[in-house]
């Protein structure tokens, strides 16, 4: 249990980081200016979605094998979210966001999710490879 408090917390902290440093590619959210708690709660969300990410590849046992499906796991789920979002007019991209070629959503977005799911995953299931 305390894998999974920890796996919870990495997550939203590293999302919380993420998400204020670059919110500002970003023109609104739903029409509105982008305030810290709109970011603190999309940075809660995020945690979630990494944290299921992590147990679905754990409960199955891939993820030992093949850690790496959490980068294209989560890189998959975002993309979806930026579909949705874009398509219902959620938010919207200023120029400066770096579009992924294709695609057409947004580089940071994008990577976001399997990124930091690999990151909180590799820390917190490293295993210790100290002698006892």
Excluded: C
């Excluded at 999309?42 to 199955?60: C, G, K, M, N, P």
Aim: proline share 5%.
């Amino acid at each position: 249990m305390k894998k999974w408090f920890l796996v919870f917390i990495y997550a939203f902290g590293l999302n919380l980081i993420w998400e204020n440093t670059h919110h500002f590619l970003y023109v609104h959210y739903k029409g509105e200016p982008i305030t810290e708690l709109m970011l603190f709660r999309a940075a809660f969300v995020d945690a979630v979605i990494i944290l299921a990410l992590i147990f679905a590849l754990q409960l199955f046992a891939i993820s030992r094998r093949y850690p790496s499906l959490l980068i294209l796991g989560g890189v998959i789920v975002s993309v979806g979210i930026e579909y949705w979002a874009l398509g219902i007019e959620r938010w919207e991209y200023t120029y400066m966001m770096p579009l992924v070629p294709f695609l057409v959503v947004g580089l940071t977005p994008t990577i976001q999710l399997g990124l930091i799911g690999y990151f909180v995953y590799r820390i917190t299931f490293r295993k210790n490879n100290r002698p006892t």
